[in-house]
């Protein structure tokens, strides 16, 4: 264990994300906290990603960077066969890469006194106990969905679930509005074998770190609480959108792509307070072919200005489509935005959103509300919380073969931009804008959390 006047002077912890933008974005911002407290921070991520991030999209000055091998450092997750080979190398090479680096970070006279790890990666929590280091098992879902993959672990829901499935401190589920994890069970998928897996060593783990905030989810908190030492430390989002007390911290800053700034900036600029409809899907989720023309014709069909992003080649085919529709002046597609400036934008009245978490939670922090259009994962579960617990949206559904047809879609648009369900939405989006700034100002829950945390560690108690 390390020297106890050393760790009252700086502790030093290393961040561990999961490398996705929705799971980067969360831990740097958790990093920027932590230093603006006084802890030294440094951030671990896949030499792929490191390398194949271009240097001025990684603005994160104050958390120093370091990179560890996944087993695919020439391509990352995209250049692996499949899931399972991916997240089986990363366990492998990463397990062994993880150690050489906490060596040499030793050897150069650094002491660790904390690896806080995505909870994905539950690997990293052994690499640390071979180390005597203390750690904390990240999860950047929210803590309704952290609690189902729970009882999943413990058997306490059947797979695949009933027609409904019921959880302590949490609403009742339809079962399509499980994590499709759940509801689209395979028994051999990595990726569920991976998020039911979460919990596997929770039990070593010396804090179990959430990016949410009391206020939004306080009855599963508090069971939570129970259960492990919790931090509820969100929203992340950096603070110059919300308590405003880091002055240098405008940007997550740590971009995997190039974003489309000023174009996006200068075009929202020229519209309506409250005009627009935001698109994105998040950095993983790619609509077919179908599904891409249904949207575009949703869009279209409902006059609305809409800013789109299309990332990759699919990105043309929406281009394309507003020349033939010759609306080029109502939408403007692009590969990529710093969604946040996009969301707190004063033109832009909706966000309809894949509900990735990151998503979700931004929408919420932001006050803007939401059409979900969740795809996979945990997404359809928050968009049930978008939808009926924080009343802060609506949710689309999709048909009897996956596809949200363009009249639902516009339905669902115009409930937000022109009806009463609309006004209500942005009314309960705004006070929950409230709360969130409330949850990480000075002495606000989350803010509490992190001090803990801190005290933790520079104390060892
Ligand atoms: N994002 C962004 N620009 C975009 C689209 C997304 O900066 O054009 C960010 C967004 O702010 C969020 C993250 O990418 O922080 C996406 O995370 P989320 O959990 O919503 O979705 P995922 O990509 O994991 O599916």
Redesign the pocket.
Known sequence: MADNHKIKKSPHVLLIPYP???HI?PIIQFGKRLISKGVKTTLITTIYTLNSTPSHNTTTTSIEIKAISDGFDKGGYTSADSAESYLKSFKETGSKSLGDLIKTLQSEGNIINAIVYDSLLIWALDVAKEFGIDCGSFFTQSCAVNTIYYHVHKGLISLPPGSTVSVPGLPQFECWETPSFLHNYEPNGAWSKTVFGQFENIDQARWVFTNSFYKLEEQVITWMRKMWNLKVIGPTLPSMHLDKRLKDDKYYGFNLFK?NHNECMAWLSDKPKGSVVYV?F????KLGPEQMEELAWGLSDCGVNFLW?VRGKEGKLAKDFLDMKRIPEKGLVVA?????DVLAHESVGCFVT?C????TL?AVSLGVPVVGMPRVSDQSTNAKYLDEIWGVGVRVKADENGIVRRETLTSCIKKIMEEERGVVARKNASQWKELAKLAVGEGGSSDRDIDEFVYELRHNC
């Open positions: 996705s933008q929705g974005n974003a994105s998040g950095s993983m989720i992003v990529w935005c710093r969604q946040l894949h990735g978490f990151s998503s931004e």
